[in-house]
């Protein structure tokens, strides 16, 4: 989450290709959407490209985007033209006391890479919400990285672009490298640009162990596939609340 953000090269085939807000929609309408009135608001963290910020607007919630890539937010302001999104970093944003809800989706906060610095998100997002406001996110489990970051590599090619993708995870450092080459048609030539996401896999213990650390008072794990019934094995929903 450095800047320049290492999402800027990929923001165009993420908002192409890899945005689909609708399959994480159901926790947010089991677990966000009745705890709202409309016209609350809403802190959409990692926001990316904009497509949940989109839907919420759509529910009739106040809603604000942060994300460290300027060029993931010039596609989200177009997605979401009634959101605010702001360029900041998880790690350090200050909005004291001013959301109902903060939702942080496509494991987004597996890209902080040490429990010291997710307990530093948490600590930010409990201070960003008014009491009893609600937290949820998801992340993946090793599992999920051992399925889907399994060092093989998968391409997709259009008339004017195309990329490959190589993901990778070491299970001794639970860590995960997603690399990607993304070449495009300019004037004739192909262009390529590369790309490097780093992520980690939290255990389950650290994340409520943090949770608790920064003084939400209620904690709960839900799996995507074995509790709420999602196609997304490898996949953990983690619901919060401010005292």
């Known amino acids: 989450m450095a800047t320049p ?18 399959r994480l929609m159901l926790p947010l309408d089991r677990f966000i ?6 016209g609350d608001q809403i802190l959409d963290l990692c926001c990316g490209t904009g497509q949940t910020a989109a839907m919420l607007s759509e529910h009739g919630f106040e809603v604000t985007g942060i994300d460290g890539s300027e060029s993931m937010l010039v596609f989200a302001r177009e997605n979401a033209p009634d959101a605010v999104f702001v360029t900041g ?22 890209h902080i890479l040490s429990v010291q610095e997710l307990l530093t998100v948490f600590r930010n997002v409990h201070d960003a919400l008014v009491s009893g406001g609600v937290f949820l ?4 489990t090793e599992e999920g990285y051992l399925q889907r970051w ?5 391409g997709h090619v259009e008339d004017d672009h195309a990329y490959i993708t190589h993901p990778s995870y070491d299970r001794e450092t639970r860590t995960g490298s997603y690399n990607v080459a993304m070449f495009f048609l300019n004037n004739g030539v192909w262009e390529r640009t590369d790309a490097t996401l780093l992520a980690r896999c939290h255990s389950e213990e650290e994340v409520l162990d943090s ?6 008072s209620e904690r709960k794990v839900y799996g995507a596939e074995s509790d709420l019934g999602m196609e997304a094995p490898g996949r953990n929903f983690y619901f919060a609340r401010k005292a």
């Open 5 to 22: 953000s290492s999402y800027d090269p990929l923001a165009f085939i993420y908002n192409t290709h890899w945005a689909q807000p609708e």
């Open 33 to 38: 959407l009745p705890e709202l009135d409309p």
């Open 89 to 110: 970093d998880a790690r350090a944003f200050s909005m004291p006391g001013r959301f109902k809800a903060v939702v942080s989706q496509y494991d987004s906060l597996n």
């Open 137 to 140: 996110f998801d992340l993946n």
């Open 150 to 154: 399994r060092a093989t590599s998968i």
């Open 211 to 216: 949770l608790s650390a920064a003084g939400f």
